[in-house]
């Protein structure tokens, strides 16, 4: 049995509490890149960013998956909309910092959790979800198996050139057009990883010990 997947509806949660994302407006640009990269493929995308302007729930009631990206300070009003849009019988997939390090808990709200980098994985998430197999072959999937185990996937491997990935398409965010006040800020990937270790930070194991850069000529173009 097949689902067919036209739809997919991306959410940045607000924090319920002050956070470093509170004094500004700015996105955080793992969900508009795999958003980017979708659109591209022909799918139909629509971002919500809480922070920007509120969630439309019929029309994330009307997509076919809906991805929700969470840092700690996010997390509670993360799962409180994973849950809401669970019982509608949509498939939730959750990603980001939090949910990578804690997709156990994150499974109690949604059906599938990518940790880390998830460019070179969401397409052949979003082709198991429609065929309703190959899961297992997915690396930083984590998800429950029958009886309940949580499954966790190898990781997945850094690609080692960021210019594949496009230049994000903001215009996919909602509301995005009224971001014109002098607090607002578009923010630009030119490096991942970092080549220090420092025991609080949670860079190196996302992005790993070491930069990857990309070209100045597609940090220009952009």
Known sequence: MTTPIKKIVFIEPKSPCFHVFSKWGLPRLGTIILGTILRNQGYEVKIFIEDIKGINFEDVFDADAVGISTITSTAPRAYEIASIVRKEGIPVFMGGAHVTFMDEEALEHCDFVLRGEAEETIMPFLNAIETGRGFEKIPGLSYRAPGGRVVRNESVKHCPDLDRYPSPDFSLIHGNEERKNDRSMTPI??????????????????????????????????
């Not at 990883?193 to 940090?219: D, H, K, L, Q």
């Open 189 to 222: 990937m030119m490096s991942r990883g970092c080549p220090f270790g420092c025991n609080f930070c949670s860079v190196t194991r996302i992005f790993g010990r070491g930069y990857r850069f990309r070209s100045v000529e597609s940090v220009i173009a952009e």
